[in-house]
């Protein structure tokens, strides 16, 4: 951009606009995937909807390329591209909580540790990830999904409303009554369809949790796959448990003779009475006694913070993922190969259970087409060193390509990683793209909004 542009954009807006020849600019350009490497002309950190609405105006009227950065965690880097424009929300952090309503109100630019620690101050929470820098934006608006999924469904799931301002600047409020199509979209469509300022949640009672995490060697990874796949599905709502294959790190509460031993386990959490948690983790005995079994009741946000130091922005990431509706022996084998080739001591592979509440909604009440799936599956290649990024590539992607052919097909859309092509965001949303492009045309004619696992707008017939 020339000088008169960036002074104009400077002129318009009252966050500041961040180029080249600022010193923030490569600390902005810092997103927890640093394998992401882009320069874009400059990033715009707005500081409300205002900024938004101006910012969204000024670029569209000089065709300029927009990204939109929420809490900056996407694994492909969508919230950055090369000489076009960051929207940054980072800014626009807060959240309002009504304890008699149980809903939270809560800015675009917020992480779920911002809504986890208000929520909690009142007994409540909503589901979400499972980190607490994860921002709210991106997750919700891919249908979110954790620790309380199989009690109270997906993020989005627990949408009330979006405040959003449009491809043509303009600003609406989404919900079940004013603007249903885009309020159905928004739920799982990714940011495909403008940008949200501020969600409003559903909450609901939890306050203390009970985690559980067992551990098991890897040469009892088929009894405990087999085992797991039977059991969760059958369990309470109450009780959810995703399976890992890891690299034990040498931290509490693990003990030392077990640190650096490649495993597979489950992180349990339980949000019935803590006082049955080690009742209802009993069975955890029956695939083979566990390397190691723990479980400690703790706030729920104190287990959404787990995995925060362990995996802090900055490392190469590189994933993968898919949805399944089962783990046939086949898809077992796929898994114990890779999981004794881990390749460095933070890549994993994941198992989230997707089921129980979150499988008994209609499938065409929102955008998340998979209500039948039973896991949403991610492989995820980690590594601080730049000098292992194509070994955790290579490896994230030949397990993916072998245990593909046993997924239904799509995946949860923030899982999808960099370069995978359109048949992917197709595949993930099956029946329901069509509508999206439908969606899209009404509200995004022009695809504006395309740094994303892009819908594009449907063809006039």
Known sequence: MDGTTVEGMRDALRGPVITPRESEYDSSRNIYNAMIDRRPAAFVRCADAGDVMDAVDFMRDRGMDPAVRG??????????????????LSPMRGVRVDPVAETAQVAGGSLLGDLDHAAHAFGLATPSGIM??????????????????????LTSDNLLSADVVLADGSFVTASESDHQDLFWALRGGGGN????????????????????????TLDHIREVLRWYREFLPQAPDDLNGFF???????????????HGQKMCGVIWCWTGDPDRAEQVLSPVNEPAPPAFHFSAP????????????????????????????RIPDEAIEVHEKYAHALPTDLSTMHLYPVDA?????????TAWNHRDAV??????????????????????????????????????VNFIGAGEGQDRVRATYGEHYDRLAEIKRTYDPQNFFHANQNIAPAVPV
């Not at 509440?357 to 009440?365: E, F, H, I, Q, V």
């Open 357 to 365: 509440a979150a499988g008994r909604m209609d499938r065409d009440s």
């Open 193 to 216: 369809f403008g940008i949200v300022t501020s969600f409003t949640f559903r909450l609901h009672p939890v306050h203390t949790v009970s985690l559980g995490i067992s551990l098991w």
């Open 298 to 325: 703790m706030p729920y946000p104190m287990m959404q913070m787990m995995f925060d130091q362990l995996l802090p922005p900055g490392l190469q990431w590189y994933w993968r993922g898919d949805l399944f509706d």
């Open 244 to 258: 890992a294959e890891l690299t034990v790190p040498p931290a509490p509460p693990f003990p030392e003779e077990i």
């Open 375 to 412: 896991w949403s599956g991610i492989v995820a290649g980690i590594d601080p060193d730049p000098a292992n990024a194509e070994a955790i590539r290579q490896w994230s992607t030949g397990y993916w390509e072998a245990l593909h052919p046993h997924s239904m097909g799509g995946a949860y």
């Open 71 to 88: 809490g900056g965690h996407s694994g492909p880097g969508l919230c950055l591209v090369d000489n076009g424009i960051t929207i940054d």
């Open 132 to 153: 607490s820098t994860t921002g709210v934006a991106g997750l919700t608006l891919g249908g979110g999904h954790g620790h309380l999924t199989r009690k109270y469904g």
